[in-house]
């Protein structure tokens, strides 16, 4: 699991429903520009908002669309244990190569529940598992928390960090001591100094319509060429200051349709406001992807 994956957002129609059509168009766009793999069912995908009949038919739907020399990463978070197993036993018999376990989300718990959850439901997949560390939104891992499930777990190999904590990079670098976690970053921002702090690679929502950029800081970042990281790593930057304006993942979904990828309403009315800053994105976004 080392490259660059891209984190695949849940067209709709404009009922609601998924929208199956748009859905293969993002996975081959994704695909076509030479992702490492593809990850579902996380932040980007908006994995809150779907039952579970339509988390698993979109599993089914990309496993048969993805090369043999992709992989493809699965998010299980739901809400219930018993909901969270059985998706990651549908993942990973549907060809999913990890899965990603995020910590509850909604209600909060401490640290030690957080390990007997995590725990419970990898030996109970005996499969890989990532912990998906994302805070905005779950509960919140502590360092030591990963460290002692990295350590102490079969099943548990890694990591997503989207905390946007640039001392975790260091940290659990160091701790690997030639140890196969994998390393993952989460957070668009930390990525230039995630790879140079020898991080195995990222898991990106802002690949998830511009794949090109994150797919040449990576390339770039393993060639050595600090140069040209920095110089897209500014890009990047830009981007995501643009987009941060919007809840998450909408600047994703806005971006997909300014490459002509609409992925249908967006999970809320829009304010006049909202619909400006679409409007403003709009028109800076075609200046910018041609400094790529």
Same mark, same amino acid.
């Given at each position: 699991?080392?490259?660059?994956?891209?984190?695949?957002?849940?067209?709709?129609?404009?009922?609601?429903?998924?929208?199956?059509? +748009?859905?293969?168009?993002?996975?081959?766009?994704?695909?076509?520009? =030479?992702?490492?793999?593809?990850?579902?069912?996380?932040?980007?995908?908006?994995?809150?908002?779907?039952?579970?009949?339509?988390?698993?038919?979109?599993?089914?739907?990309?496993?048969?669309?993805?090369?043999?020399?992709?992989?493809?990463?699965? =998010?299980?978070?739901?809400?219930?244990?018993?909901?969270?197993?059985?998706?990651?036993?549908?993942?990973?018999?549907?060809?999913?190569?990890?899965?990603?376990?995020?910590?509850?989300?909604?209600?909060?718990?401490?640290?030690?529940?957080?390990?007997?959850?995590?725990?419970?439901?990898?030996?109970?997949?005996?499969?890989?598992?990532?912990?998906?560390?994302? #805070?905005?939104? +779950?509960?919140?891992?502590? #360092?030591?928390?990963?460290?002692?499930?990295?350590?102490?777990?079969?099943?548990?190999?890694?990591?997503?960090?989207?905390?946007?904590?640039?001392?975790?990079?260091?940290?659990?670098?160091?701790?690997?001591?030639?140890?196969?976690?994998?390393?993952?970053?989460?957070?668009?921002?930390?990525?230039?100094?995630?790879?140079?702090?020898?991080?195995? =690679?990222?898991?990106?929502?802002?690949?998830?319509?511009?794949?090109?950029?994150?797919?040449?800081?990576?390339?770039?970042?393993?060639?050595?060429?600090?140069?040209?990281?920095?110089?897209?790593?500014?890009?990047?930057?830009?981007?995501?200051?643009?987009?941060?304006?919007?809840? +998450?993942?909408?600047?994703?979904?806005?971006?997909?349709?300014?490459?002509?990828?609409?992925?249908?309403?967006?999970?809320?009315?829009? +304010?006049?406001?909202?619909?400006?800053?679409?409007?403003?994105?709009?028109?800076?976004?075609?200046?910018?992807?041609?400094?790529?």
């Amino acid at each position: 699991m080392k490259g660059l994956f891209a984190a695949v957002v849940t067209p709709i129609d404009s009922d609601g429903r998924v929208d199956d059509a +748009t859905f293969d168009r993002v996975i081959e766009f994704l695909l076509s520009m =030479g992702v490492h793999g593809l990850c579902l069912g996380g932040a980007t995908g908006e994995y809150p908002h779907f039952q579970a009949r339509e988390r698993v038919a979109l599993i089914r739907r990309a496993a048969q669309q993805m090369p043999r020399n992709r992989a493809l990463l699965v =998010g299980i978070g739901g809400q219930s244990v018993r909901r969270v197993i059985k998706l990651g036993r549908i993942a990973i018999d549907e060809g999913s190569e990890a899965l990603l376990l995020p910590a509850p989300m909604f209600y909060r718990y401490e640290q030690d529940d957080l390990r007997a959850y995590c725990t419970h439901v990898s030996r109970e997949l005996a499969a890989p598992c990532l912990l998906y560390d994302l #805070p905005d939104f +779950t509960n919140p891992f502590a #360092p030591a928390t990963v460290l002692s499930l990295l350590r102490e777990e079969q099943f548990i190999v890694g990591i997503k960090d989207s905390s946007g904590k640039q001392e975790n990079l260091a940290a659990f670098a160091s701790e690997r001591h030639g140890d196969g976690w994998n390393l993952l970053v989460g957070d668009d921002r930390m990525l230039a100094r995630g790879l140079a702090a020898g991080w195995d =690679g990222g898991i990106s929502g802002v690949a998830g319509f511009c794949p090109e950029l994150l797919l040449r800081l990576y390339q770039n970042a393993v060639a050595g060429q600090s140069e040209e990281v920095a110089r897209l790593q500014g890009l990047l930057d830009e981007l995501i200051s643009k987009i941060a304006v919007f809840p +998450t993942p909408w600047g994703i979904r806005i971006g997909l349709a300014a490459r002509g990828l609409s992925t249908g309403p967006l999970p809320l009315p829009l +304010t006049p406001r909202r619909r400006q800053q679409i409007e403003a994105f709009n028109a800076w976004f075609p200046g910018w992807l041609e400094r790529i």
